[in-house]
């Protein structure tokens, strides 16, 4: 399996401060993503990107900004967290088979 | 826009009994379909996969088969284990970059 690790595993956080979420990948792969997964919703897309500085939005941007400046590193940044940002993150990858490989995921708790 | 749908859970089955978990989708074109795995306090595992119409994925014992006349993609297994207690989500993808997921279903399986 490709090697995706997410950072931090677990965070509490207030109300209002800025969250980086980090994703690192070792497989060199073009496609990272970043999820969110909550009761009720599946996983539903936040941000996507397609190469170094190439990225879009995805269903729920809102809120949450990218960045790309190596091909191995894709980060999630909340610019001033809510509580309906209380959720698990994954980020994934996307393989030669067009499946996607997933990250542990960061619990994120903004209190 | 693309959808998944799967049935709500949570599941209960005992051990060696038949399992099926529905999934629908409603999409444009010809999507590739996805059967994911998440076991407890990881991320999700692509469990089997099709691309096109009549096109059976399988692995582990699990099978789903691409029915485009009835937009659907049920996965079953003939006898589950306690090992298979996990939660299951339907996934489209159309161009790769959006992979969209239904809601989950969580499979408790007893001994």
Request: aromatic letters at 12%; proline letters at 3%.
């Amino acid at each position: 399996d490709a090697g995706i690790t997410q950072s931090p595993r677990h965070k509490v956080t207030e109300t209002g401060t800025p969250v980086t979420l980090r994703c690192h990948q070792t497989e060199n792969h073009r496609y990272m993503y970043w999820y969110r997964q909550d009761p009720g919703h599946g996983l539903r897309l936040i941000h996507y990107s397609y190469g170094v500085k190439d990225t879009d939005k995805g269903e729920v941007s809102d809120g949450y900004s990218v960045s790309r400046s190596k091909t191995e590193d894709f980060l999630l940044t909340l610019e001033s967290a809510t509580s309906s940002q209380t959720s698990v993150y994954f980020c994934a990858i996307r393989g030669s088979n067009y499946g996607y490989t997933f990250g542990s995921g960061t619990r994120l708790t903004v209190v | 826009g693309d959808s998944v749908t799967q049935m709500e859970g949570p599941v209960t089955l005992s051990e060696e009994a038949f399992l099926t978990i529905n999934c629908t989708y409603t999409a444009t074109g010809y999507p590739s379909l996805f059967w994911y795995v998440q076991y407890p306090g990881e991320g999700l595992q692509l469990l089997l996969k099709a691309t096109k119409a009549d096109d059976k994925g399988s692995n582990k014992g699990f099978e789903a088969t691409y029915r485009k006349e009835t937009t659907s993609f049920h996965l079953e297994k003939g006898s589950v284990q306690v090992s298979d207690s996990a939660v299951y989500f339907c996934a489209l993808s159309r161009d790769n970059n959006d992979m969209r997921f239904g809601a989950g279903t969580r499979l408790t399986v007893k001994p």
